[in-house]
């Protein structure tokens, strides 16, 4: 198990986290998209919550956010065990609302993103709240009332790939690499 997690220095969260990331021309794509298409002007930035300002810049999706433990990356290993690859699409730009602002994401479909989200809420001690999970790529916080106009004129996309291994972030900031 050892010889298939590598750490890897980040930000500190309240919580620990499982997601993938993006290859870096991939991310770096989805990013030029977005630099040319959304307004600054539009961009939402809170002072007091970084993680949810303007253009998203660390491409990636979640898969299960708010696990309590540091130490379960042995555990999330040993629970995916089965899977060697995450498959995934996107084909659609969706959105997400809130009181303060909203949401410009893409829509991810995936089976197995969806599978282990289920394992791991299931089997790790988490304050995950949701009644679904939505697995789904941010590209940026919009202040409240611009995401429809964006959604409407958004290119079409239609990328598929995998990915074998997962990020497991703990709140104190370390991650792991998974190999899966």
């Given amino acids: 198990l050892m010889n298939n997690i590598n750490e890897i220095k980040g930000v500190k969260y309240e919580h620990g986290s499982t997601q993938i990331n993006f290859s ?8 030029e998209i977005a630099n040319r298409i959304i307004d600054k002007e539009d ?7 970084k993680s949810i300002s303007g253009l998203e810049n660390e491409i990636h999706t979640t898969i299960l956010y708010g696990i309590k433990n540091d ?7 040993e629970l995916l065990n089965f899977i060697n690859r995450i498959f995934f699409s996107i084909n659609s730009i969706s959105k997400f609302e809130s009181d303060k602002y909203d949401v410009l994401i893409y829509k991810i479909d995936s089976d197995d993103l969806e599978r282990c989200h289920e394992i791991l809420r299931a089997n790790l001690d988490n304050i995950y709240s949701y009644d679904d999970y939505i697995p789904h790529l941010t590209i940026a916080y919009l202040k409240k009332g611009m995401v429809d106009e964006y959604v ?16 497991y972030s703990t709140s104190n900031g370390n991650k792991y690499r998974i190999r899966l």
């Fill in 43 to 49: 961009l939402y930035f809170d002072e007091n919550d």
């Fill in 152 to 167: 409407n004129r958004w290119p079409k996309i239609n990328y598929s790939s995998s990915i074998d291994s997962i990020i």
């Fill in 24 to 31: 870096k021309n991939v991310a770096k794509k989805f990013i």
């Fill in 71 to 77: 130490n379960d990356r042995y555990r999330i290993k």
